[in-house]
């Protein structure tokens, strides 16, 4: 099959170019199980190499190539274009600066990572025997969920509370925090709390599910948001979900 790509452009180091453009290209011999990311490395490599994207497994792992396509946020190695059509176009996700082409600046991302102390805290001496802190699989389960976030951004971008504004931690830092609140082996759920109920926390959540939508790890993001509004109004994670509660079957 034959497929149209539209794709939007920018590069801030050509005068020409320094505005966002659409670019069209034609693609022949084309698969219906080819994915987005091996077309859009045929066009670098067969047409122009100066098109501009992330990408790095190429196995849906690393997180890397979150983009707009056809108006969905998707990682373009996940996605089978016999699952877009014949006319595609690619975007960078919205609500973070462009660098060029495909490519957005992260920072502003990972520093509301950063925010919501994304590791474990627990100053208490180990265990005498020198074993690791043990955990049952009960309470291992209540965060099982929030553990398959590759921080890919596709969910907070998705987010109008986060296009409004940008201060907002997002859904996937709230995913993060959700991941260290809620294992029993963290000490530091009081300051996790705070950091999590402050202005641009998760109250600027407005329960809209277009993270959960967009999440490419089919993680129930809008529902890990809720369970941590609800262990800040307890003032407490403990007794909010109740173990197994997580298990997909
Ligand atoms: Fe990506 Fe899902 Fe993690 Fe959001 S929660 S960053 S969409 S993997
Ligand atoms: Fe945004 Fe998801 Fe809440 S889309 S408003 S973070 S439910
Ligand atoms: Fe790693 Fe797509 S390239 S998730």
Redesign the pocket.
């Known amino acids: 099959m034959d497929i149209r790509f539209r794709i939007r452009r920018y590069n801030p180091e050509d005068e020409a170019k320094a505005r966002p453009y659409w670019q069209e290209y034609e693609l022949k011999e084309v698969q219906p199980t080819d994915r987005v990311l091996e077309l859009l490395h045929r066009i670098k490599w067969e047409q122009d190499g100066t098109l501009t994207f992330r990408r790095s497994c190429s196995a849906g792992i690393c997180?890397s190539d979150?983009m707009r396509i056809n108006g969905v946020n998707r990682l373009a190695c996940k996605l089978l274009i016999r699952d877009v059509g014949s006319s595609v176009q690619v975007e960078p996700i919205l609500g973070l600066p462009v660098l060029k082409d495909l490519v957005v600046d992260m920072e502003p991302f990972f520093a509301h990572y950063r925010r919501v102390m994304p590791y474990l805290v627990n100053e208490e001496a180990v265990p005498e025997d020198g074993r690791e802190r043990l955990q049952t699989p009960a309470a291992r389960s209540v965060y099982d969920d929030s553990t398959?976030?590759?921080?890919?951004?596709?969910?907070?971008t998705a987010c109008p509370s986060f296009w409004a504004n940008g201060e907002y931690y997002g859904?996937?830092a709230i995913?993060q925090a959700h991941r260290f609140l809620f294992d029993d082996r963290d000490r530091a759920e009081e300051e996790r709390l705070a950091v999590l109920g402050e202005g641009d926390g998760v109250w600027r959540c407005r329960t809209v599910f277009n993270?959960t939508s967009?999440?490419?790890?089919n993680?129930e993001?809008t529902r890990a948001i809720g369970e941590v509004k609800m262990a800040i109004r307890k003032g407490s994670p403990e007794g909010v979900i109740r173990p197994f509660s997580h298990e997909k079957h």
């Open positions: 997180g979150a398959n976030c590759i921080l890919c951004a596709a969910c907070t859904p996937a995913v993270c967009a999440c490419p790890r993680i993001v």
